[in-house]
């Protein structure tokens, strides 16, 4: 059954955007943002991503939802314990951090990091729409300290880093005692450093796992899906996962 919060917002979203764009420019963006995924995500960087009203609506109302459902389908699968504070790396619109929180309710709290502007303020409406105890700062995932947290996702941005800040970033995870979920699309082509992650996560005795939903889609993406000639019946994704 779809979340009538859930659903809630995604109508909120995609009106709020649909006040100054049209359902076609965002439609156009939501291609656009299609093939740099599909094609090019290695040169996929947030400036890509979150300039320009059309991507970032695209984004906003079509992708991060997305993004939500395969999160929240994944973290009921794997039966994560609830938390307190949860940090999300790279969070972009805030969503995905939001997917997981569902299963701790209302005395957890989240603590999204991005280093693009727009991202923030983004994230910050979307805490407060969802009714979320969250906060969302600009900074480089790099930089953040994990003392205190008790869980931290990190939904499709880990490739978008450098190898050399992809291994400081592992290196600085698998230090804390916090429950961990990557989550990132399934490549088409070979992504060396997921195997790397991979084997980091199985050897600190987690998992590894792909995953395929067939979610009820809000009416927004399903209408977004048939004019851009997308697919999301079934949503597709792959995460590592350790309980802490
Ligand atoms: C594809 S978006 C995913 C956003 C969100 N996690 C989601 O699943 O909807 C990737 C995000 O990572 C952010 N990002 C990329 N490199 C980063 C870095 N070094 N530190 C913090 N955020 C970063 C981008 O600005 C962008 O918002």
Redesign the pocket.
């Known amino acids: 059954m779809l979340d009538p919060k859930f659903e809630q917002f995604v109508d909120a979203v995609s009106k709020r955007y649909l006040q100054e764009l049209q359902f076609a420019e965002i439609r156009r963006a939501v291609q656009a943002l299609s093939q740099w995924y599909v094609q090019k995500r290695a040169d ?3 400036d890509k ?2 300039t320009g009203r059309g991507k970032r609506a695209a ?1 906003a109302a079509y ?2 939802p997305l ?2 459902l395969l ?1 929240r389908m994944i973290v009921e699968q794997l039966q994560t314990p609830a938390f307190k504070s949860l940090v ?10 939001c997917a997981w929180i569902e299963r701790s309710k209302a005395a957890a709290k989240i603590t999204g ?4 502007p727009a ?1 923030i303020a983004e994230a910050e409406w979307t805490y407060k729409t969802l009714g979320i105890y969250g906060r969302a700062q600009q ?5 953040i300290s994990f003392a205190g947290h008790d869980a931290i ?5 880990i ?3 450098s190898d050399s ?1 992809r291994e400081k970033l592992l290196a600085a995870l698998l230090k804390t005692q916090a429950q961990i979920l990557i ?1 990132e699309p399934i490549a088409k082509s070979t992504a060396p450093w997921w195997s790397i992650w991979e084997a980091a996560f199985l050897n600190a005795g987690g998992r590894s796992d792909t995953w395929r939903f067939r979610p009820i889609l809000p009416e927004f993406l399903a209408k977004m899906d048939k004019a851009a000639k997308l697919d999301h019946r079934e949503i597709k994704g792959r995460s590592l996962y350790l309980k802490g």
Do not use: K, S, W
């Not at 990091?113 to 693009?116: E, G, L, V």
């Not at 900074?139 to 930089?143: H, P, T, V």
């Open positions: 996929l960087t947030p991503v979150f984004f992708y991060a993004h939500y999160v999300e790396l790279g969070c972009g619109t805030g969503l995905a951090g990091y991005d280093i693009h991202a900074r480089d995932m790099l930089q996702l990190a939904a499709f941005c490739n978008e880093l800040a989550v």
